[in-house]
């Protein structure tokens, strides 16, 4: 099958790029390891020729850069007060505003020979939401600290490992997990880390690589079994995953353990608020995406993982993709009802997938948009019993799975879901969700309506074979506001195309096809689309000479013997 561009040409306004040197905005910088330096460690914001602290503030306006806001006043360093060789200082700088947003702060330095903003660690927010603080191993001369901006709040984007990142969506991470590392049996981890650069990140997008595992993983959920039920190996495993965040600079980790049975529930827990601990006293930061909990009856089911605790720990919560198109919204507005009582909403992160999926007796499954839409285009030639396709004649070409006129839904907007869908049979009824342009821009109204922390998605890579979120996306992150819009149904109608003969019909999935006189290899084609992009199945048919017709003998003849 062939993919063919159309749909959607959506124009958009991405961030603007100040130009200059006094503009320009270097992202980068090493993380630094903690060894809290006892002497700064109550530090206070003073100004005037008074202060004696290690940074004092000023009256200082340097220019910051766009698609960033300054939070605290401009500190400089104090000419004669530097940091022992070997030892670390724990700083803390006044807020202008009190906040209880801790999204994307961090602090940064100026440099004075480009006129430019470095980072230099993440800020971390105090409970009060008055303070914020950081571990400092130098003593950069001037410091102050920046919140990056964005209307929807973190843009998260998930990739493999190595994996490329869409070109269109990369500028507009702000997080970016790369799954890069899995648990082993000794409580160490196991992979290598994915360089951000390497796969087309932007210098501003903080890197989370994520340590995963699930049941498709062979043996990874009893290893975690092993490693969540004790204490011991439990601690040994965050003081792994706290080393690979300080020994690799990286701001904070993603943790995505799936499929955990109900006996680790506590376990995991336990384990995520022992890991915020450790990281946040590095300056790291911990994200961790979970499952969606379910509607059973009256309440929401959270499964194996206690969220109230796991969202009190962690900075960042990411909901894994809701698969399930059916039940979504009639059920996912009660789970975000239940989720934002019990943790803060600006901490929780919606994810949206740019994958089909498909429901059955067997449950649901993701695929991509290449083989749903390949489903769809399916076709079959119905000749006669000898499977001859003869000239002149007129067969039946279907496309089996969405030929109407047999039951079947054809391709369609389904407005309870929001979704192009369709119906076929394989082992009893299936139902295909086609995730897109305009599925998208409806499940972001989840972002708005509750208030969320920001936007996941679940495949930020540059593969052809899954869906382009980021037309739906992009207009989101740089106005808040989703785009609704429905299909033209004329693009969801299929389309076809005989390279000789006619064909009659095919709005339902089937055609007859008036086969030429010419005996030959002769081709037929059907376009089907979801309403953004054209697919293509093309079939060569060969067709035959017509069988002679038998001599009959003439009228009042006596046929004869021959001896």
């Not at 100040?18 to 630094?32: M, S």
């Not at 087309?200 to 079994?225: C, K, W």
């Not at 993709?321 to 979504?328: E, F, I, M, V």
């Not at 002149?392 to 109407?404: K, R, W, Y």
Request: with cysteine.
């Amino acid at each position: 099958m062939t993919r063919r561009g159309g749909g959607q040409g959506l124009g958009y306004a991405g961030p603007s790029q100040a130009a200059g040197p006094q503009r320009a905005f270097l992202l980068g910088g090493a993380v630094l390891a903690v060894v809290v330096l006892g002497a700064y460690l109550a530090f206070r914001a003073c100004g005037g020729s008074e202060c004696t602290k290690l940074y004092c503030s000023t009256s200082a306006n340097l220019p910051i850069p766009e698609g960033y806001e300054r939070v605290t006043q401009i500190f400089r360093a104090r000419s004669d007060a530097t940091i022992p060789d070997g030892n670390d200082v724990s700083v803390f700088l006044p807020l202008d505003q009190p906040t209880t947003d801790g999204r994307n702060l961090s602090f940064y330095r100026y440099i004075e020979e480009t006129g430019a903003w470095e980072p230099i660690t993440p800020a971390i927010l105090d409970p009060q939401g008055t303070t914020v603080a950081a571990t400092l191993s130098t003593t950069p001369r001037t410091i102050a600290v920046l919140r990056r901006l964005s209307s929807t709040g973190h843009v998260v984007g998930y990739v493999g490992q190595n994996q490329v990142l869409n070109p269109e969506g990369a500028p507009h991470l702000t997080i970016l997990h790369t799954r890069d590392f899995r648990p082993g049996s000794d409580g160490q981890l196991e992979g290598e880390l994915t360089d951000p650069q390497f796969i087309g990140a932007s210098p501003q997008t903080e890197h989370f690589p994520m340590v995963y595992a699930n049941a498709a993983e062979r043996g990874l959920i009893p290893i975690l079994d092993s490693l969540l039920t004790n204490a011991q190996t439990r601690s040994t495993h965050v003081r792994a995953i706290t080393t690979l965040a300080v020994e690799r600079q990286v701001p904070g980790i993603d943790i995505a353990y799936f499929d955990l049975p109900p006996t680790l529930r506590t376990p995991f827990a336990l384990f995520i608020v022992e890991l915020a601990q450790s990281l946040h006293g590095q300056n790291k930061r911990l994200s961790v995406t979970l499952p969606s909990p379910l509607k059973a009856g009256d309440r929401v089911d959270e499964g194996s993982y206690d969220w109230k605790l796991i969202g009190g720990a962690a900075d960042i919560v990411q909901i894994a993709p809701y698969r399930d198109q059916s039940t979504l919204r009639r059920d996912f507005p009660e789970v975000l009802t239940y989720l934002s009582s019990i943790v803060d909403p600006l901490k929780l992160v919606m994810t949206v997938s740019p994958y089909a999926t498909e429901k059955s007796v067997d449950g649901t499954r993701a695929m991509t948009l290449v083989e749903a839409m390949g489903i769809a285009a399916t076709l079959q030639l119905r000749t006669g019993p000898d499977g001859r396709v003869a000239s002149g004649s007129v067969i039946e070409v279907v496309a089996p799975n969405i030929n109407q006129s047999e039951s079947r839904s054809g391709i369609g907007w389904q407005a309870a879901t929001a979704c192009v869908t369709f119906t076929y049979e394989q082992s009893g009824p299936r139902t295909v969700w086609i995730e897109n342009f305009f599925s998208i821009g409806f499940k972001l109204q989840f972002v708005t309506a509750f208030k969320l922390g920001g936007v996941a998605i679940e495949d930020a890579g540059g593969l052809a074979e899954v869906g382009n979120s980021w037309p739906a996306l992009l207009p989101f992150i740089s106005s808040g506001q989703p785009i609704l819009m429905q299909p033209n149904p004329a693009d969801l109608t299929p389309r076809w195309f005989v390279s000789n003969g006619t064909a009659d019909g095919g709005q339902k999935g089937l055609i007859k096809w008036s086969t030429p006189t010419e005996a030959g290899t002769h081709t037929v084609r059907l376009t089907v689309s979801d309403g953004v992009a054209f697919f293509e199945n093309t079939i060569p048919v060969t067709v035959q000479p017509a069988p002679r017709p038998s001599a009959t003998p003439a009228a009042g003849a006596t046929p004869t013997r021959a001896n």
